[in-house]
């Protein structure tokens, strides 16, 4: 059996618009790169983290504080070294933490013959995702492992629903490089809601993963909408308001912020209506002096990958 795992841990967008904490999907195009290493000293060691500047402490490193949990938990006859190479931002709003809570916890479970399964994993890999959002949520958590679209039926007991994705669904995504940092994203959030916004919300949700299922452009375009998050959520991106107009008139399905931004994300039905879309954010964004990245990506149905 091999001693040491490469990955391709991609990103995510949470939320999805209407399913807060829950929804979820898997981008193909953005991705850190980690490797696990199976040692005889026991104990986990960060051995390198390029990009970003962040900590190679074992507790104070997200991909640390899960590999950690999981090794606690297991009390392997051995010790694991990690190395990343972090390609997502942290406070992007496109799973940073998250792809590096999964990629050692999958790579070590690799590595020790898959004793757990994607569910058992992620409650390991959530002790992570607390570490940098100060909440346990797996909605960018569960696209990492199983790709494709996912819902966060529960995180205590973990309990992921893969959903199906339709064959010509495109994401654009554009990353403005200022930060936002998911505790904070949380912490301006109403403790409670109008209970007509909830029932609004609530069919969201419900016909936006009917749609995913029926394959249905149309009434996912209707889905995409919420309004419960987005209108507290968009003050903190600037111009979002004329990204989402922009991107609508340009044939977006939808539109709306990528976890807890500043990235904001749109689907489309195509590539090339992807690329009027990807060419709209651009316009918006181009005088604004404000850098920014715009990728454009299919949906990933694999996830993580073994390179």
Partial sequence: ??????LFTP???????????VL????????????????????IFITKSEGFNLPTETEKNVAGVSAL???EALQPDCGFEIEIKKNIKPGSGIGSSSASAVGSIFGMNQLLGQPLNCEELIAYALKGEALA????????????????FTLVKSCNPVKILELPTPEDLFAVIIHPQIEVKTSEARNILPDKVPLKDAITQWCNIGSLV???????????????????VEPHRKALIPYFDDLKANALQNGALGCGISGSGPSVFAL?????????VSEAFDKVYSDSGINYHIYVSPINTQGIKIL
């Fill in 133 to 148: 959002s100060g909440a346990e949520h797996a909605d960018n958590l569960a696209p990492v492992l199983y790709g494709g």
């Fill in 268 to 276: 489309t039905k195509g590539k090339a209506t992807a690329k009027k």
């Fill in 1 to 6: 059996m091999t001693n040491e795992i490469k």
């Fill in 11 to 21: 990103a995510t967008v949470a939320n999805v618009a209407c399913g807060f904490d």
């Fill in 69 to 71: 949990a999981m090794y």
């Fill in 210 to 228: 009917h749609a995913l299922h029926t394959a249905d452009y149309d009434l996912l375009s209707n889905s995409l909408t919420d309004v419960i």
């Fill in 24 to 43: 979820g999907f898997c981008l193909d195009t953005i991705g850190d790169e980690m490797t696990v290493r199976k040692v005889d000293k026991k104990g």
